[in-house]
């Protein structure tokens, strides 16, 4: 395993074990991201990516970004971005399910293009052999993800996620819609890295009112995943990602 990458583990381990002595919500997401990040080790040992060492440091600097989160939240919650705040301060009686779905928006609405753009310098983004290397293996994480989704409705019903008769019977059609929305989220979370790497060759202003931007159509996303009604049906009709002009 990537050393980086075991120390992100540990990290996010240590963390989760304090979230489950304090029964916070916030543990429902974090226990399915590091599952996730053991899959993403797993998958980089295999050779599955094709530059594994770039793969490793955007792993560990864009899991960073909610984990720096999380734990200035903990200490100030006025302290960080508006998708965090809301999403970090929903309701602790929502389903674990729920907690984890405003968990993954916030953080590959808002935290994926800011890591990308970390993590792919200009350069590169002018060098099109180079970006496209760096998207084909951003998109083979889709696959990583997509092969978690059974495993993490079995985890949440584990943690005590609800489940009627109806959920059970529309649970592969939930997986389908999970996969879907995330090859969509992934798509705009894309384009608006490219936004975002557009703005600071203008300059840190222009990038300051970007990125502004951006926690304002992630946060109003979140938002709505948290009015009452039918989620699934508000993901299909607005999706799961946000566009940024």
């Known amino acids: 395993m990537h050393p980086d990458v075991a120390a992100?583990?540990?990290?996010?381990?240590?963390?989760?074990?304090?979230?489950?002595?304090?029964r916070d919500p916030a543990r429902y997401f974090l226990g399915t991201y590091l599952r996730t990040t053991r899959a993403v080790a797993a998958a980089l040992d295999a050779g599955m990516f094709?530059?594994?060492?770039?793969?490793?440091?955007?792993?560990?600097?864009?899991?960073?970004?909610?984990?720096?989160?999380?734990?200035a939240y903990r200490a100030d919650p006025a302290g960080v971005a508006a998708p965090?705040?809301?999403?970090?301060?929903a309701k602790p009686g929502l389903p674990p399910e729920a907690h984890v779905l405003l968990g993954m928006n916030a953080h590959i609405n808002f935290d994926l293009p800011q890591?990308?753009?970390?993590?792919?310098?200009?350069?590169?983004?002018?060098?099109?052999?180079?970006l496209e290397l760096r998207r084909r293996d951003h998109e083979r994480i889709d696959a990583v993800l997509a092969a978690q989704v059974a495993e993490e409705d079995v985890a949440l019903q584990l943690a005590?996620?609800?489940?009627?008769?109806?959920?059970?019977?529309?649970?592969?059609a939930n997986r389908g819609a999970s996969r879907l929305f995330l090859r969509e989220s992934r798509r705009k979370v894309w384009a608006n890295a490219g936004a975002l790497?557009?703005?600071?060759?203008?300059?840190?202003?222009?990038?300051?009112l970007c990125l502004a931007d951006l926690e304002a159509a992630s946060a109003a996303r979140?938002?709505?995943?948290?009015?009452?009604?039918?989620?699934?049906?508000?993901?299909?009709?607005h999706g799961f990602g946000v566009t940024l002009a």
């Open 50 to 71: 094709e530059d594994p060492e770039w793969v490793a440091c955007w792993d560990v600097d864009f899991a960073a970004l909610f984990l720096d989160a999380l734990e």
């Open 222 to 237: 979140v938002a709505d995943l948290l009015r009452p009604g039918p989620v699934l049906l508000r993901l299909a009709v």
């Open 84 to 89: 965090w705040r809301l999403a970090f301060g």
């Open 197 to 208: 790497h557009e703005a600071r060759l203008r300059g840190a202003a222009d990038y300051a």
């Open 115 to 130: 890591s990308l753009v970390r993590m792919i310098p200009p350069e590169e983004f002018t060098g099109p052999g180079r």
């Open 160 to 172: 005590g996620g609800r489940r009627t008769l109806l959920d059970r019977v529309l649970a592969p």
């Open 8 to 22: 992100l583990i540990a990290r996010m381990a240590a963390l989760l074990r304090l979230l489950e002595d304090t």
